[in-house]
């Protein structure tokens, strides 16, 4: 044989191997199921699932639940060597199920649900599931609990994270004021990620209600789109540097968890 034919072959043949070595997609719903078993668990151990649900934010979409752990899965997918299992788009919606265009599962219905979910992730192969969870209320409980049974029993490692709560560091930081629900962080995040979710054209401050403390009153629904943790701030303001300094570190602050928990559950050899 040539060796320029020779030379030509073994080239063919090692950059078929490092295309065979890097994943032609991160996301479960696009990747072939041969192509799956050639990388996970071999390869690839981790697996991400966004959870959210449909519920009125002020004036970004209906879906901002799932819209925000969606793209944060998206951003950290590759630092993480990770696939992105499909977003559970539905989920226990409470006190805003009212609203036009929100659905509320019910927690008798949620409950296996997301059971059989994580159980199919570490039937598949999946090591770390990592829960990121992109609403609160009933819903937070739920995962807790599922996620901390699925792991005992099936020998996985599991992590829910409620990014909004582990970045309100970072909320302070980056607006030196708390935020809420659809309102200056959870907005900012969402003008980040896609602006045209935002219809800034359709705000009023007047759209904003702060939570009551514990036991001095309740309404059913909630009165207003957007819920401010504390009186007087919290409201958006649309600022899109802010909004990008936000994603940024929200997201880095979230990935240094990730890491930070594989690390030592793999330092106690768990």
């Known amino acids: 044989?040539?060796?320029?034919?020779?030379?030509?072959?073994?080239?063919?043949?090692?950059?078929?191997?490092?295309?065979?070595?890097?994943?032609?997609?991160?996301?479960?719903?696009?990747?072939?199921?041969?192509?799956?078993?050639?990388?996970?668990?071999?390869?690839?151990?981790?697996?991400?699932?966004?959870t959210g649900t449909l519920e009125p934010h002020g004036v970004v979409n209906n879906g901002a639940d799932n819209t925000a752990p969606e793209a944060m899965a998206k951003d950290m997918a590759d630092e993480l060597n990770a696939l992105i299992a499909p977003t559970l788009n539905y989920g226990i919606t409470g006190s805003m199920a009212a609203f036009p265009g929100a659905f509320h599962i019910s927690e008798e219905a949620y409950r296996p649900f997301i059971r059989d979910i994580l159980k199919g992730l570490a039937k598949n192969g999946f090591k770390n599931i990592i829960l990121l969870n992109g609403h609160g209320g009933g819903q937070t409980k739920v995962l807790q609990e599922v996620a901390a049974e699925v792991a005992t029993e099936l020998g996985v490692r599991t992590l829910v994270i409620n990014w909004w709560s582990v970045a309100s560091d970072v909320t302070f930081e980056v607006f030196d004021e708390n935020g809420g629900h659809a309102g200056l962080n959870e907005t900012a995040y969402i003008q980040a990620i896609d602006p045209t979710l935002v219809h800034k054209e359709r705000y009023s401050p007047e759209m904003a209600t702060a939570y009551p403390t514990e036991g001095t009153w309740s309404a059913s629904p909630f009165p207003s789109s957007i819920g401010l943790y504390e009186e007087g701030q919290g409201y958006p303001n649309f600022d899109e540097a802010q909004a990008k300094e936000y994603f940024e570190k929200v997201n880095a602050k979230i990935l240094k968890l990730i890491k930070d928990t594989i690390r030592k559950w793999d330092m106690a050899g768990l």
């Not at 997609?25 to 199921?33: A, Q, S």
């Open 1 to 50: 044989m040539k060796k320029p034919l020779l030379l030509s072959i073994l080239l063919l043949s090692f950059f078929q191997i490092k295309a065979q070595e890097k994943i032609s997609t991160r996301e479960m719903n696009r990747i072939n199921w041969m192509e799956f078993a050639e990388f996970v668990p071999e390869k690839i151990s981790t697996v991400l699932l966004p």
